[in-house]
């Protein structure tokens, strides 16, 4: 049946939060030139369910997994998750996926034929998107009363955001973020908090933060939340037990530039910390940098640093003389 073989492929994520805005047009403009629907000879073509969910999976309507035996090259191409992140599928839970779908079949395919038109792709593909930008309102709707923003703090946030965003792709870049903060007048004792700020929020590496994550960044500054904590307040242990942020501002005091950190997890940046603090994860360090918070931990990581350079010139200039 359909929907059976549609419970055992479907497999989408709760996040992914995306604003479908101007860029919606042009998208929409480019999958019809992807599908390639040809007024004369395709739509005397029908094409089966299976082939249906492909066209699906290439608009970036559905993810990859719904696709029964998808072709190897269908993997998420740059193009492919750029429609991703604007339809937001990742929204749409797997009961509602599943509800959406059936009920729009019922529609197109009442008597259970699984043939389909190219147009009657398209009507799918419409009706699917319409479906998402639903549950996105109200995911954003929701999600702002969280954040307790007022409505002028709201207007005055999309009003930046927009102006940011040139191209009105719906998306900032980590330079527009930059000065987002700087035009807001976040106080920053470093320079590079907001890049860490961009990259707590970017979590799937897309280079981009969509409006609503803008919002996040903005509540964790008033709140002096993730990177913009107090470190003198924050308390260290060991590595192990501290969080992403915390270990992004300990790399950058160990002199590792920020972008080599891009698509590391979790695991990783805190083995590159411990490797160049040289120290292991689980050790107490408390005795080892003389104190027990983290602005204590960042003076000793860049006295270290440091340190560690001054060896390095050591060792360079000894090398040096020694083959003159």
């Not at 094409?47 to 699906?56: A, E, K, N, Y």
């Not at 929204?91 to 599943?98: E, P, R, T």
């Not at 009003?159 to 719906?170: A, H, I, V, Y």
């Not at 980590?174 to 976040?186: F, K």
Request: charge should be negative; hydrophobic fraction near 40%; include cysteine.
């Amino acid at each position: 049946m359909r929907m059976g073989q549609l419970g055992n492929q479907l497999v989408l994520s709760p996040n992914g939060e995306q604003e479908a805005g101007a860029a919606q047009k042009l998208l929409e403009s480019q999958l019809e030139q992807e599908m390639m629907l040809q007024e004369d000879e395709d739509l005397q073509q029908h094409i089966g369910f299976d082939q249906l969910i492909l066209m699906l999976v290439e608009a970036g309507v559905v993810p990859p997994g719904v696709a029964p035996n998808p072709p190897a090259d269908l993997g998420p191409n740059n193009a492919t998750l750029r429609r991703q992140r604007l339809e937001g599928y990742e929204m749409m839970d797997v009961n509602l996926s599943k509800i959406s779908i059936e009920y729009i079949m019922q529609d197109v395919d009442p008597h259970g034929k699984e043939l389909f038109h190219y147009p009657e792709v398209r009507y799918i593909v419409q009706r699917m998107r319409e479906a998402t930008r639903q549950k996105l309102r109200m995911l954003e709707e929701k999600e702002i009363k969280r954040l307790n923003f007022s409505k002028a703090q709201v207007d005055d946030f999309r009003e930046l955001f927009n102006e940011l965003d040139t191209r009105q792709s719906g998306w900032l870049t980590e330079n527009s973020i930059d000065m987002a903060l700087q035009l807001l007048e976040v106080q920053m004792e470093r320079d590079v908090l907001a890049r860490i700020a961009f990259r707590a929020l970017d979590q799937d590496g897309s280079g981009t933060i969509d409006f609503l994550e803008f919002l996040r960044m903005l509540k964790m500054a008033e709140r002096k939340e993730g990177p913009f904590k107090q470190p003198e307040l924050i308390a260290v242990s060991t590595i192990e037990a501290m969080d992403r942020c915390d270990i992004l501002l300990l790399l950058d005091a160990l002199k590792v530039p920020i972008s080599r950190t891009d698509g590391m997890d979790a695991n990783a940046l805190k083995a590159e910390a411990a490797e160049r603090l040289e120290v292991k994860e689980d050790k107490n360090l408390h005795a080892i940098i003389g104190g027990a918070t983290l602005k204590t931990l960042i003076k000793y990581a860049e006295e270290h640093a440091e340190k560690v350079s001054e060896k390095e010139k050591s060792k360079k200039k000894e090398k040096d003389t020694g083959t003159e």
